[in-house]
């Protein structure tokens, strides 16, 4: 079936010792997504790929970087874990029409890297 | 920046009752969207409703749209024990769709 795959399902990393998630995708979509979700609120987003463009929330912090060396794969580095940055970090894609002002496609998430900074 | 404002935050029922969340958002949009998410899960796709309708049903679940009002709905008909998750509304960004925006949501629990 085709689907959105993060590893690991559960990373322990040291304060300020850099982190990789990963997150792949058979789905060829063209837009992958990044959002963190702490315990008991919304998914935040963080950043998206449109193609190969990345694209940066505002409030983002330089902290979080991504990587999307092909279509089907994103990575997540976090350079300098911080205590705050323990959450669960959520991958997406959705397949959006170039230029449509109508793009119904609905997000598919993986199910998850859930992060314990130590 | 947090789009979708859900209530109510938490809601507990007994199985066979209907389950009614609300949620309320700030500016225009294309399309609503809802989400289903189990405990320790990602969030799953349920029901898209276009700012051009006004209500839509899949299966027991029934969504309502009011652009006026910047609001929807989210009824789960008949629940059952399965049906506790937490659920989230999330609109785009208007006039590119591609970008969702979640709201707090809601956390339901289905007694049996």
């Known amino acids: 079936d085709a689907m959105v795959i993060q590893n690991p399902r559960y990373q322990v990393t040291q304060f300020g010792k850099p982190v990789t998630l990963s997150c792949s995708q058979t789905?060829?979509?063209?837009?992958m997504y990044w959002y963190q979700q702490k315990s008991s609120q919304a998914p935040k987003l963080l950043f998206h790929?449109?193609?190969?463009?990345?694209?940066n929330e505002a409030d983002t912090p330089d902290n979080f970087q991504s990587r999307r060396p092909n279509t089907s794969f994103c990575f997540l580095d976090i350079r300098s874990p911080g205590l705050g940055d323990a959450a669960m970090y959520l991958c997406?894609?959705?397949?959006?029409?170039?230029?449509?002002?109508?793009?119904?496609?609905?997000?598919?998430f993986g199910n998850g890297t859930r992060l314990t900074v130590t | 920046s947090q789009q979708g404002e859900e209530d109510p935050q938490a809601l507990s029922i007994q199985e066979g009752e209907n389950a009614t969340m609300n949620c309320s958002y700030k500016?225009?949009?294309?399309?609503l969207q809802w989400y289903r998410q189990n405990s320790g899960r990602g969030l799953v796709h349920l029901i898209l409703i276009r700012s051009n309708e006004r209500e839509k049903h899949s299966g027991r679940l029934r969504v309502t749209l009011d652009t006026s009002k910047k609001s929807s709905s989210l009824l789960i008909t008949a629940s059952r024990a399965a049906d506790t998750a937490s659920y989230f509304c999330?609109?785009?960004?208007?006039?590119?769709?591609?970008?969702?925006?979640f709201g707090q949501g809601t956390e339901l629990s289905v007694k049996p």
């Open positions: 500016t225009s949009i294309n399309n």
């Open positions: 789905l060829n979509h063209n837009v």
């Open positions: 997406a894609t959705s397949s959006v029409v170039t230029g449509s002002l109508w793009d119904n496609s609905p997000l598919h």
């Open positions: 999330a609109t785009d960004g208007y006039p590119w769709g591609g970008k969702l925006i």
């Open positions: 790929y449109y193609d190969k463009d990345f694209n």
